[in-house]
């Protein structure tokens, strides 16, 4: 290489290069090879030399030493492995204002987080001797995060520019393993011993989770990932509240969370997207839209319980009228067959009408010519009795007699056949003001019939006395003839 100057810096109580380690000469030997000035000197010796940013100082101790005196001068301080594995492998030489023990973390820059202020500066010593650089903030050139938490802003921005998450005790193994070991910050069976977890640092509680076996699970998932689970809300130190189910957005436990800006309220699905991906994801659109979409069930779940209730109130409703329906259609039928019973009388009720004003008439016919028959009997008994001296006694026909009981008992008869009609047509009238109001003037001529039915029974009555006293005074003309020894011709 041109332009730079290499010098092995031997120790004071040295008394040439013969004296020097084994490692200074091997790193001595190779530089041979690559750089046209290399030089051997004491350190007491490099006062006198004129130093520039071109002088490469090897140094085999690092410890307890102070090297600002060259590091102002522009001079690279670095470390006999250091120099030899960067002029073996073709990596062009750090060069930093600040001692090189070891190239392990060339071309990283690391950054760290959630971390206290101490172990911060011994990150970055360390850093620097291991020929990283070290930033406070998260650079688009970070290339490493030494997290002392999953949980902060940091986190999340490395997520999302892909920088690799790591423990602090990758520094402390990568440090004692590059001071005598050429040693490759890509290793990635070390960054994979060595990787910050997920959960790492995280305190976890969940809301709506009821399943015993489901808590146990959950624990051990986030315990096995470096965080560690809680059953207890606890607003000044947990990081991320889990939500299982849709009952979870309306626990006080949500409700408390969401009031505290540095508690993430997740769902279930974070876990694991976050255990693949093998880092937390913190996308708050993403747990934004889930959460949406739980508030959006557990909503669905209260509408659809109050249509379960309101349908519940509807189906006992429509049992009950179902049942009522269903007496009532009972009912109704044997309303009905009530009814059809009733019809079919009062279908015949118009022929028994008929036939009672028939029967009518022909009682008032009887009953005048019963009557008519009583004024002749009693003109004849009127005429007998003048007729007749008082001295005799009269004999009356038999056939005068059987013709008059006859008569009276085919009227009584009749009588007692009218009678069981009345009774009939007035059964027939109660039945009809009941079924059908229609049927009143029906009713009315029955009722006109019956009062004329009882004129006429009233008539009859007044015909039996006639005949009684027609009997007795037949009784009498016979009488009278037998004494007399006439008999009666016409009566």
């Known amino acids: 290489m041109a332009n730079i100057r290499v010098t092995f810096v031997l120790p004071n109580n040295a008394r040439d290069e013969s004296e020097a380690s084994h490692v200074m000469k091997q790193a001595y030997n190779s530089c041979k090879n690559f750089v046209n000035e290399i030089f051997w000197a004491k350190e007491t010796d490099l006062n006198s030399r004129d130093l520039s940013k071109g002088d490469y100082l090897v140094f085999e101790e690092f410890s307890n030493k102070d090297y600002t005196q060259y590091t102002e001068r522009k001079c690279v301080v670095i470390s006999p492995l250091a120099i030899s594995v960067c002029l073996v492998e073709g990596k062009q030489i750090p060069k930093f204002n600040w001692p090189i023990l070891s190239v392990a973390l060339y071309g990283c820059e690391v950054t760290c987080t959630q971390l206290p202020k101490n172990l911060k500066e011994s990150i970055k010593e360390k850093v620097q001797l291991m020929g990283g650089s070290y930033s406070g903030d998260l650079t688009n050139s970070v290339t490493h ?83 560690s689970f809680t059953g207890t809300l606890i607003l000044s130190k947990t990081d991320v509240l889990i939500c299982y189910g849709t009952t979870s957005s309306t626990s006080e436990k949500y409700k408390s969370a969401r009031r505290v800006p540095s508690i993430w309220c997740v769902t279930p699905n974070w876990i694991d997207d976050s255990v693949e991906k093998e880092k937390s994801i913190y996308n708050r659109e993403k747990v934004d839209l889930e959460l949406r979409e739980i508030i959006t069930m557990c909503n669905n779940r209260l509408i659809f319980e109050q249509l379960n209730k309101i349908i519940d109130d509807c189906a006992l409703h429509l049992s009950d009228e179902e049942t009522r329906f269903k007496l009532q259609l009972e009912y109704d039928k044997e309303l009905l067959g009530k009814n059809l019973k009733q019809e079919e009388r009062i279908a015949h009720m118009p022929s028994q009408i008929s036939n009672l004003k028939r029967l009518q008439n022909e009682i008032q016919t009887q009953t005048a010519l019963i009557e008519r028959t009583l004024q002749d009997v009693e003109q004849v008994l009127i005429d007998v009795e003048q007729k007749i001296p008082p001295q005799c006694t ?98």
């Open 145 to 227: 995060l030494i997290c002392g938490s999953s949980n902060s802003e940091k986190y999340r921005l490395a997520v999302e520019k892909g920088v690799l998450l790591m423990l602090p005790t990758w520094i402390d193994y990568m440090f004692e393993l590059s001071q005598k070991n050429n040693v490759n910050c890509h290793n990635k069976k070390i960054l994979d011993e060595y990787k910050c977890p997920p959960f790492y640092g995280l305190s976890i509680c969940a809301t709506g989770l009821t399943s015993g076996p489901q808590k146990t699970r959950l624990s051990e998932v986030i315990k096995t990932n470096g965080g």
């Open 394 to 491: 009269c004999q009356r026909k038999p056939t005068n007699k059987e013709e008059t009981y006859l008569l009276i008992e085919d009227i009584s008869a009749k009588l007692i056949n009218r009678q069981q009609q009345i009774e009939e047509a007035q059964a027939c009238d109660e039945l009809l003001a009941q079924i059908n109001p229609d049927v009143e003037s029906i009713a009315q001529i029955m009722i006109r019939s019956l009062q004329n039915l009882e004129s006429i029974e009233l008539k009859i009555g007044k015909m039996k006395e006639k005949l009684n006293e027609v009997e007795f005074y037949k009784q009498a003309c016979y009488h009278k003839y037998k004494k007399v020894g006439r008999k009666l011709t016409k009566f």
